[in-house]
C-alpha cells in the first residue's frame, strides 16, 4: 500500500476538466517536500508532466496544472482529450521512510 | 540524444540472482544521482534504489535492503542494480532513471526498462 494514496481511476469527456488528487502525510507532502506529476501511456516509461508541485517542464502543455495544499496535493487537466487516456503518478520524499515514494497511480478515461 | 538503456533482465529461478546494468549517452553522466524503479505487472510504480552522481550515498526501498546493491561505473556510463535473493514478488519492468539536477528531485529521463521475471 502507497504512503501516497490516490484514486484508482477518473474518467471525463472530451472537453471536460479533470482532477487526480494525491493524499500524503506529515512525513511526506505535509513535511513540505515537493510533488511531481508522471503522466505513463500503455507500454511505455513514464514522462513528468509537473515538478516542484506546480511548474510544467517545457513541452507540457497548459492543460496540465498542480497545486498543494497541507498534506495533498491535485493534478488537474482541462480541455480533455483522447490522447490523454493515461496512467497518472505522484511522487514525494517521505522522510519517514527515507526514499522516494510513488503513489499508487491513476487511470484516466476519456469517455 | 539523452539517452538510457537497460539490460540484463531475464527470467532467472527464486533465491537466484541478476545484474542489470543501465547504459547512459548523450549528457554528462557522472554529473548526475541515478535512481532504479520497478512496475510489476499491471501495478504502479515503485521506487527500489538511488546512487549519488559520485557513487558516495546510496539508499534502498525497505522490500529490497539487504538483497539488492546498486553502483555505478563513471567512466563506463553505467549504472549497475544487484539483486540477490529474488522472489516472486520482484518480478517487474525495471527502469533507470536519471534524478534532475535544478534542485529538485524529480526524474526526467528514463530508460525504456528490462522485464525480470522470478518463476521455477
Known amino acids: 500500500q502507497s504512503v501516497l494514496t490516490q484514486p484508482p481511476s477518473v474518467s471525463g469527456a472530451p472537453g471536460q476538466r479533470v482532477t487526480i488528487s494525491c493524499t500524503g502525510s506529515n512525513s511526506n507532502i505535509g513535511a513540505g517536500y515537493d510533488v511531481h506529476w508522471y503522466q505513463q501511456l500503455p507500454g511505455t516509461a513514464p514522462k513528468v508532466l509537473i515538478y516542484g508541485d506546480n511548474t510544467r517542464p517545457s513541452g507540457v502543455p497548459d492543460r496540465f496544472s498542480g497545486s498543494k495544499s497541507g498534506t495533498s496535493a491535485s493534478l488537474a487537466i482541462t480541455g480533455l482529450q483522447a490522447e490523454d487516456e493515461a496512467d497518472y503518478y505522484c511522487?514525494?520524499?517521505?522522510?519517514?521512510?527515507?526514499?522516494?515514494?510513488f503513489g499508487g497511480g491513476t487511470r484516466l478515461t476519456v469517455l | 540524444q539523452e539517452q538510457l538503456v537497460e539490460s540484463g533482465g531475464g527470467v532467472v529461478q527464486p533465491g537466484r540472482s541478476l545484474r542489470l546494468s543501465c547504459a547512459a549517452s548523450g549528457f554528462n553522466f557522472r554529473a548526475f544521482s541515478m535512481h532504479w524503479v520497478r512496475q510489476a505487472p499491471g501495478k504502479g510504480l515503485e521506487w527500489v534504489a538511488f546512487i549519488a552522481y559520485d557513487g558516495s550515498n546510496e539508499n534502498f526501498a525497505g522490500s529490497v535492503k539487504g538483497r539488492f546493491t546498486i553502483s555505478r561505473d563513471n567512466s563506463e556510463n553505467t549504472v549497475f542494480l544487484q539483486m540477490n535473493s529474488l522472489s516472486a514478488e520482484d518480478t517487474a519492468v525495471y527502469y533507470c532513471?536519471?534524478?534532475?539536477?535544478?534542485?529538485?528531485?524529480?526524474?526526467?529521463?528514463w530508460g525504456q526498462g528490462t522485464l525480470v521475471t522470478v518463476s521455477s
Open positions: 511522487q514525494s520524499y517521505d522522510r519517514r521512510l527515507s526514499g522516494w515514494m
Open positions: 532513471a536519471r534524478e534532475v539536477r535544478n534542485g529538485y528531485d524529480y526524474f526526467d529521463l
